[in-house]
């Protein structure tokens, strides 16, 4: 029963506080200010307003590319972007330990037959020699002309 009431209540503080308050607005116009529509917000109780922001806005100048900024002295020092750059490069490769050691062990352990250790015999039949044995290896045997 009361929740009804406490309901309808809460709707009309809602309404009351989006729509634009015309009375302060009309004051402020008067004393020559400018009106904010929440009077009791921090911008407003320090003086802080909307046109005083686009008066003196700065603009910053644009962005330089990362070649011009190459040419620049704070490119080069330690945390610059040469440095950032190459530190990143450094961590990722070096973060690919697992795949360089992968690499590194299927290099070592032979992989596939290299050209230069086939050898043929009289008959045109290719021969590959692994763990010191010789292994005919047919899709590589001289095709007659």
Known sequence: PNSHAAFQQLQSAYKELKSPRRQDAEQAAKMGKPHHPFPGSFHSRHGFHRGTYTQHSNKAPPSKSSFELLWERRAWVRGG????????????????????????????????????????????????????QYRRVPQYDDIPD
């Open 81 to 132: 972007l040469v440095h950032r750059s190459l530190s990143r490069f450094t961590v990722n490769v070096l973060g690919c330990w697992p795949i360089w050691l992968l690499f590194t062990l299927a290099f070592l352990t032979g992989g596939r037959s290299r050209s230069g250790l086939l050898q043929y015999n009289s008959e045109g039949h290719a021969y590959v020699k692994q763990f010191g």
